[in-house]
């Protein structure tokens, strides 16, 4: 099967990528900044429904090739490309457009998610450890401290670049969120385990995963084959362990300012 995929992006982006790559190419007449791209059979050995879906991934991974290509030669200065539309063409001539919509950013908090699953007659799901912890901090507190400290800021930035993708944890950024409170920890002589911050298990199973591109792919902290060949902790479980243990760090940091400002 041929599959047209339409790339879109700036028009020096898709100028100097596309000069420089021996690829099937067609420019979109009067449009600079599309260009259409032929790939032949790229969803393989894939039947039935399994066909688009396939492609999709195809050619998600030559979008990544290129992008990745292009940061590399041009840096930050490169924007990238984005698919814009796919058609494919039997050998019949019939042609296919398919529409991949976006995924919609429906992530809840657990008090949204109570609430949903009571309006739709569900089980409540059980509170996540490490939750009343989370629910505590006082905000402003920690802003306060924030703007004295910049290891509480860099914590805090660190937990923002951790969840700011909307499909996936950034296990590089949450491992180095956890660096700063075990650092910040041992500078004090103190011991999470012992003080119920984190069991050395979870630690374990989150250092294991995150190292792992077996278990991760290219969202590993580290490039070569190696690790654990599935994940030991969850994108979930993972979420909650790297909050609660901020939020136990942050909690303790806040009480022991207090306990020093009163004596």
């Known amino acids: 099967m041929e599959w047209q995929v339409t790339l879109a992006g700036s028009r020096i982006d898709v100028e100097r990528?596309?000069?420089e790559l021996p690829?099937?190419?067609?420019?979109i007449p009067d449009d600079a900044t599309h260009v259409l791209v032929s790939l032949t059979n790229p969803e393989g050995e894939a039947t039935g429904d399994d066909v688009g879906h396939a492609a999709k991934r195809?050619?998600?991974a030559l979008v990544a090739r290129l992008n990745g290509l292009g940061r590399l030669r041009w840096g930050r200065a490169f924007e990238g490309v984005a698919v814009a539309s796919i058609q494919s063409t039997n050998v019949g001539g019939a042609t296919t457009t398919y529409v991949f919509p976006a995924a919609i950013n429906a992530h809840f908090s657990y008090e949204e998610l109570i609430r949903f699953a009571d309006a739709q007659g569900l089980p409540q799901p059980p509170a996540p450890r490490g939750l009343a912890h989370i629910r505590s901090l006082e905000l402003s507190e920690v802003n306060r401290l924030a703007q004295e400290d910049p290891d509480v800021a860099r914590a805090l930035r660190l937990v923002d670049l951790a969840f700011a993708q909307p499909e996936h944890?950034?296990?590089t950024m949450a491992y180095c969120a956890l660096e700063v409170v075990e650092e910040d920890a041992k500078s004090r002589g103190l011991d999470?385990?012992?003080l119920g911050w984190w069991s050395k298990t979870e630690r374990e199973n989150f250092r294991a995963t995150?190292?792992?591109?077996n278990a991760l792919g290219v969202r590993a902290r580290h490039g070569k084959r190696s690790g654990v060949a599935e994940p030991r902790m969850n994108e979930m479980e993972a979420a909650w362990y790297v909050r609660r243990v901020v939020a136990r760090w942050l909690a303790y940091r806040l009480k022991l300012e207090t306990t020093a400002s009163s004596t």
């Open 192 to 194: 999470g385990p012992s």
């Open 169 to 171: 944890l950034d296990w």
């Open 23 to 27: 690829l099937e190419v067609e420019a």
């Open 210 to 213: 995150a190292n792992s591109p």
């Open 17 to 19: 990528l596309f000069r």
């Open 58 to 60: 195809a050619i998600d």
